[in-house]
């Protein structure tokens, strides 16, 4: 009796595991899981914000990245971008919109960008005027900001004669112009650091934030950054880029149009997260919060990314966030080499040093990962690739021009910014270049050439760092929205 008793229990707890399994397939037939085909609709609409799982293109999944990103980089990142290097950034906000009229000036008192005293700009940091010409990096330098005596211009000027008397000071201007098209031809966005109308701006003073800039001029330019710069038929694309975030079925595409596409989409998500996350709960102003109130949002979150809002692609646009950040992660860690030999040089010697230690600290950290975006899938389809890539920068370089037609300065300021430190991590992922000198092994020369083979201004480097952490203070804010939604 007793042994008939215990092969029933077996039997029906056999059933009970079989009859589960069977329910989970069923289930996992049924919503795709939820990171399955990109065009699914099964995705989990109560807990949309609750990412799990592989990243689409990537080796490594979303719980990887949550915690790497918000234990090691974001707070290192938080005490690095507060130094006086990384907290002016040089810009032209007075850049004219090239594609139509600027007519939709925002006049939120939000929108203005507070102006750099100068005095506030450390020596090291400022134009010095006479290196203008030398090269970006150059002028960084410590030697740079050392003024020559009249005797070391002298013999300057006498070694340049005695090495050659026959070069014109023409040909020296061609040689310049062909020098400056060279490094261009690299860039994947426009540089407008050494514009007539560039300024400097403290983005300490200016934090990325929602500033009430909305309504048919903030869409115009999400709508012509996804129309005029997508791949595909504008035919077929039209009705999917109702939203300017569009979700559609990538599978049918080549892998560079995707990784386009996910790009844009994830830097999008990343600024609508800035904007929910420091949102202006209350323009009442007293004493101590003459600025108003600002704090996180969560229905504004939750109308921008939520399945029932979004037509079920909200889920989608926050993964290709983790998408961004593993490409500009990946930038980083290949430029380490390079980063490790800057100065970050203001001129203050003790800040300067804490800089140098927290950059070398940082760099560890970012190769430390295990699961980098590998950037050698892109562009390696023989002549198809050339093309690709050529179409890349040309699209990010008119994605830059987009940005001068925001309506809004700060919010320009930080769309620009964004887009420049982007670039600049597309320019280091594919630069023949950086490719060169890392091979031959200049990096670990004691000492190299004051204009190496590849260089980044001091711009550039600014706009990389500030955009990762623009992306890794998303990554973040998503943490704290999870715990307020669960």
């Not at 407008?192 to 300024?199: H, K, L, P």
């Not at 050339?386 to 940005?403: A, P």
Request: hydrophobic share 35%.
């Amino acid at each position: 009796m007793t042994t008939s008793w215990k092969v029933r229990r077996n039997v029906l707890a056999t059933s009970g595991v079989a009859l589960a399994f069977l329910v989970l397939l069923y289930w996992t037939d049924l919503t795709g899981g939820y990171f399955a085909a990109l065009d699914d609709a099964g995705t989990n609409k109560n807990c949309f914000c609750e990412l799990e799982g592989s990243i689409n293109d990537c080796s490594c999944d979303v719980d990887t990245v949550d915690h790497f990103n918000n234990m090691k980089v974001y707070p290192r990142l938080q005490s690095l971008l507060v130094k006086n290097f990384f907290r002016f950034y040089k810009v032209n906000l007075k850049q004219e919109c090239p594609f139509w009229p600027d007519d939709s000036r925002c006049a939120i008192r939000f929108c203005q960008v507070e102006n750099c005293e100068e005095q506030a700009i450390p020596d090291g940091i400022k134009d010095s005027g006479e290196h203008r010409d030398r090269s970006s990096s150059y002028k960084y330098t410590k030697e740079a900001q050392v003024e020559r005596s009249c005797s070391d211009a002298e013999d300057f000027n006498s070694a340049l004669g005695f090495l050659d008397t026959s070069i014109s000071d023409q040909a020296h201007k061609e040689f310049e112009l062909w020098a400056k098209h060279d490094e261009a031809e690299e860039d994947f966005c426009i540089v407008d650091d050494q514009d007539v109308g560039a300024q400097y701006v403290d983005l300490l003073l200016n934090p990325e934030r929602y500033t009430g800039y909305k309504g048919d001029s903030a869409h115009r330019i999400w709508k012509s950054i996804y129309l005029e710069n997508c791949f595909g038929d504008s035919k077929e694309t039209s009705n999917e880029f109702s939203s300017y975030m569009p979700h559609r079925d990538l599978h049918n595409v080549c892998l560079e149009q995707r990784a386009f596409y996910r790009i844009i989409s994830g830097l999008h998500s990343s600024i609508n997260i800035h904007l929910c996350s420091k949102y202006l709960l209350s323009e009442t102003k007293d004493f101590l919060d003459p600025q108003g109130i600002w704090g996180p949002n969560v229905m504004e979150f939750k109308q921008r990314f939520s399945p029932e809002t979004t037509g079920g692609a909200g889920p989608h646009w926050l993964r290709n966030l983790y998408f961004i950040y593993l490409v500009e992660l990946r930038a980083l860690a290949k430029a380490a080499p390079y980063l490790r030999r800057e100065e970050y040089y203001t001129g203050i010697e003790e800040e300067d040093e804490e800089v140098k230690l927290a950059m070398h600290d940082m760099l560890s950290v970012i190769e430390s990962f295990q699961s980098h975006f590998n950037e050698n899938a892109l562009f390696s389809s023989g002549i198809a690739s050339i093309k690709f890539k050529n179409d890349y920068k040309e699209k990010f370089r008119n994605i830059s021009r987009i940005m001068d037609c925001v309506g809004c300065d700060k919010c320009k300021l930080w769309g620009k910014l964004q887009t420049q430190g982007l670039g600049t991590a597309l320019k280091i992922l594919y630069s023949e270049k950086l490719n060169f000198a890392t091979e031959s092994g200049i990096w670990d020369q004691p000492q190299i050439e004051t204009d190496p083979i590849f260089r980044l201004s001091r711009t550039e480097i600014v706009a990389l760092f500030n955009a990762f952490g623009r992306l890794s203070t998303s990554i973040y804010e998503m943490e704290n929205f999870r715990r307020v939604l669960r």
